[in-house]
Antibody
């Protein structure tokens, strides 16, 4: 069965960077876009961007250009998101989610459990 | 960019009743709309895609409808496990979520 296993919670200092992971299993990792979504405490969902692990192509929400960098390691079926120049506004839960295999455009059919990133001195 | 306006923000209902949540897009999104359920502390789960198609494994008391700019999620015969926050999402070349509807028991 499809599973997306994300790395553990992070406590990081302002101005630093953090890299979180999303290990995929149960499907062909290189055949599906992987998306990343931000959820601040008590708030809604915000799309960050996607990566196609098959060739490394990426697309970002303009708001996260320069903030988030998406990469993928085909050998370990793991997607990564690095967040840089962290501020308190980056404190949130970050989800990875697989884009589904429906015809046409596709929503997110499997999600990781989420990673809490806390930015604090 | 397309904006998604979801209403209401909060909804209180009794077990066994039916509820509706609406989502309005700022332009015609041609049915590229999904609904997700998020229970407290968990990741969202896909309920409905392409406005009205039920995701595999989702109970048939969930249904979606709409076209153009206006879409509806209906939950019939409300069950205790339906207590959650619901989000609509437009998906195409960009991905935009509604602000969410928190469903509580009356």
């Amino acid at each position: 069965q499809v599973q997306l296993q994300q790395s553990g919670a992070e406590l990081v200092k302002p101005g630093s960077s953090v890299k979180i992971s999303c290990k995929a299993s149960g499907y062909t990792f290189t055949s599906y876009d992987m998306h990343w979504i931000k959820q601040q405490p008590g708030n809604g969902l915000e799309w960050i961007g996607w990566i196609y692990p098959g060739n490394g192509n990426t697309k970002y929400n303009q708001k996260f250009n320069g903030k988030a960098t998406l990469t993928a390691d085909k050998s370990s079926s793991t997607a990564y998101m690095q967040l840089s120049s962290l501020t308190s506004e980056d404190s949130a839960v970050y989800f990875c989610a697989r884009e589904g295999s429906y015809g046409g455009y596709r929503p997110f059919d499997y999600w990781g459990q989420g990673v809490m990133v806390t930015v604090s001195s | 960019d397309i904006q998604m306006t979801q209403s209401p923000s909060f909804l209180s209902a009794s077990l066994g009743n039916s509820i509706t949540i609406t989502c309005h897009a700022s332009q015609n999104i041609k049915g590229w709309l999904a609904w997700y359920q998020q229970k407290s502390g968990n990741a969202p789960e896909l309920l409905i895609y392409k406005a009205s198609s039920l995701q595999s494994g989702v109970p048939s008391r969930f249904s979606g409808s709409g076209s153009g700019t206006d879409y509806i999620l209906t939950i019939s015969n409300l069950q205790p496990e339906d207590i959650a926050t619901y989000y609509c999402q437009h998906y195409q070349s960009l991905y935009t979520f509604g602000a969410g509807t928190k469903l509580e028991l009356k």
